[in-house]
C-alpha cells in the first residue's frame, strides 16, 4: 500500500511533470505565402503524466497532438511551446501551420529556424536557393520543390520563388539528375549520353554558366527517362520473343526457327551494347519468326497439307466475299478514341474484308514492314480488339465482338 502512494506521489512531483522527450523526426514544408507547416516526431516517457515540449516559431494554427496509436493528446500552450498530458504515451506526433519561421526582402525569403536534430526542409515548387549558412547532408529536387536534408543547429536559407539562372538552382538539377543517373546504373543499364550530358552541366556550372548548366542537367534527366524506357522495352520483347521460341519448339515447329533464334542472339547482343531500340526490334522479329515456325512435313504429308491450306484458303475467301455486317467498326473506334491513326485504318481494313485477314494481307495493304505490323496487332490484341490464330501455318488476325460493336475480353497468343 505504502508502495503503491510513494509510487503515485512521485508521478504526481513537480519534477515529473516537467518530464523529457527526445526529438526523432522534423520536417518543415514551406509554401509560397511563407507560411511553413511543422510535422515533428518526439518519443516519450510513459511514465510520466505531461511533458513540455518546445516547438518552432510562437503562432501553432492548426495544431494537433497524436499518441503512437493516432489518439489525440491533451495539451495547452505554454510559453515557447506546448505542456501535453503524455502519461501512458510513447511518443507524440505534432503537426501546426506558423507564419513565424520565414522572413522576406525584395524577391528574396529567408527561412530560419533553431533545429534540435537533421531536419527535412522542402521549399516551394520552383525555389532557387541562393544562400545557405551550412552545407546539407543532401540536396534534391521532388517535383520541381527543392529537398534539402540540414543538420542540427541553427539553419538559415535564403531562396526565391520562380529564379532560375542561380549556381543553386541550377546544383540543385545537376544533383537531381546524377541521382536518376546511379539510380539506372544500378539496373545494369548504359548510359553514354546521358553522362556526357550531365558533365557538359558540370562543366557550366564551373564556368558560371548557370542557365545552361539547367539545360544541360534537364536533358540529362530526359535522356535517362528515355533509356530505361527503352531498356525496358527491349527486355519485354527478348523475354517475349525466348518465350516464343521455347514453346515453338515443345510443339515441334522447328521448321524457320533457327532464323527466330540467331534473330533473338543478335538482340541479346544489341542490349548488351546498349543500342535497346535495335535490341527491341530484332527481338519483335524474333518472337514473330517463332510464332510463324511450322513443323517439318513428311512426304507423304505434303498433298495433305496442300489441301487443308486450300481448304483455310477457300474457307476465308468465302468468308470475305460473305462480309461481315455485324460489326459497327466506327462505333468500335469511338469506344477507344486513344488508338493511334494506323491503329485504326487496319481495323475498319478488317471491317471491309469481313472481319478478319491474314498478317501478310495486312503488311501488303499497308506497305508495312514485318516489325511495325506485329507491334500493331501486338497493340490491338492487348486492347481486346482482335484474336489471332493459326490457318495454314499463316497468321490469321480476326475482329473481336459482342453482338454488333463490342469487343470481347481477353486474347489469343500472338500470331
Known amino acids: 500500500m505504502w508502495s503503491l502512494l510513494l509510487i503515485l506521489l512521485t508521478l504526481l512531483s513537480p519534477q515529473a511533470q516537467q518530464g523529457a522527450y527526445t526529438p526523432l523526426e522534423l520536417t518543415f514544408k514551406v509554401y509560397e505565402d511563407g507560411y511553413v507547416t511543422v510535422d515533428y516526431l518526439v518519443s516519450l516517457d510513459p511514465t510520466r503524466v505531461e511533458v513540455n515540449i518546445t516547438l518552432f516559431g510562437l503562432i501553432y494554427q492548426d495544431l494537433i497532438v497524436e499518441d503512437q496509436e493516432g489518439l ?15 502519461l501512458g504515451s510513447t511518443s507524440a506526433h505534432i503537426t501546426y501551420t506558423t507564419p513565424d519561421l520565414t522572413n522576406k526582402s525584395g524577391r528574396l525569403w529567408l527561412f530560419s529556424v533553431q533545429a534540435p ?3 527535412t526542409l522542402i521549399l516551394p515548387e520552383g525555389s532557387a536557393i541562393t544562400g545557405l549558412n551550412q552545407v546539407p547532408l543532401s540536396l ?7 529537398l534539402l536534408i540540414m543538420p542540427p543547429g541553427p539553419i538559415e536559407v535564403y531562396y526565391a520563388i520562380g529564379l532560375v539562372g542561380t549556381r543553386e538552382h541550377a546544383l540543385a538539377l545537376i544533383k537531381e539528375a ?11 543499364l548504359l548510359l553514354g549520353e546521358a553522362e556526357a550530358l550531365l558533365q557538359e552541366a558540370y562543366k557550366a556550372l564551373e564556368e558560371g554558366r548557370y542557365t545552361q548548366a539547367e539545360e544541360f542537367a534537364s536533358k540529362a534527366m530526359e535522356r535517362v527517362e528515355e533509356i530505361v524506357e527503352e531498356a525496358r522495352g527491349a527486355m519485354e520483347a527478348i523475354k517475349g520473343a525466348e518465350e516464343a521460341i521455347a514453346k515453338a519448339r515443345e510443339e515441334g515447329r522447328t521448321r524457320g ?6 534473330l533473338l542472339k543478335q538482340a541479346s547482343e544489341a542490349y548488351e551494347a546498349g543500342n535497346y531500340g535495335e535490341a527491341e526490334a530484332l527481338a519483335l522479329q524474333a518472337e514473330g519468326m517463332a510464332e510463324e515456325a511450322s513443323r517439318p512435313p513428311t512426304p507423304y504429308l505434303y498433298a495433305l497439307v496442300g489441301g487443308l491450306a486450300a481448304a483455310a484458303a477457300l474457307a476465308l475467301l468465302l468468308s470475305r466475299r460473305r462480309g461481315d455486317r455485324g460489326v459497327d467498326v466506327e462505333g468500335l473506334l ?4 486513344h488508338l493511334r491513326f494506323e491503329d485504326r485504318e487496319v481495323l475498319r481494313f478488317l471491317a471491309e474484308v ?5 498478317a501478310s494481307d ?3 495493304r499497308f506497305k508495312m514492314p514485318r516489325t511495325s505490323a506485329w507491334r500493331l496487332i501486338r497493340r490491338l490484341e492487348r486492347e481486346g480488339l482482335i484474336e489471332v490464330r493459326k490457318v495454314g501455318g499463316q497468321s490469321l488476325i480476326k475482329l473481336r465482338r459482342v453482338g454488333g460493336t463490342g469487343v470481347s475480353e481477353g486474347s489469343a497468343g500472338f500470331l
Open 178 to 188: 546524377e541521382a536518376e543517373l546511379e539510380e539506372a546504373k544500378a539496373e545494369g
Open 334 to 337: 469511338e469506344e477507344h478514341p
Open 140 to 146: 534534391t529536387m521532388v517535383d520541381d520543390s527543392p
Open 354 to 358: 469481313g472481319g478478319e485477314a491474314f
Open 362 to 364: 495486312i503488311r501488303e
Open 72 to 86: 489525440p493528446l491533451n495539451y495547452s500552450q505554454v510559453e515557447g511551446g506546448i505542456r501535453v498530458e503524455s
Open 117 to 119: 536534430i537533421s531536419t
Open 257 to 262: 526457327l533457327e532464323e527466330a533464334e540467331a
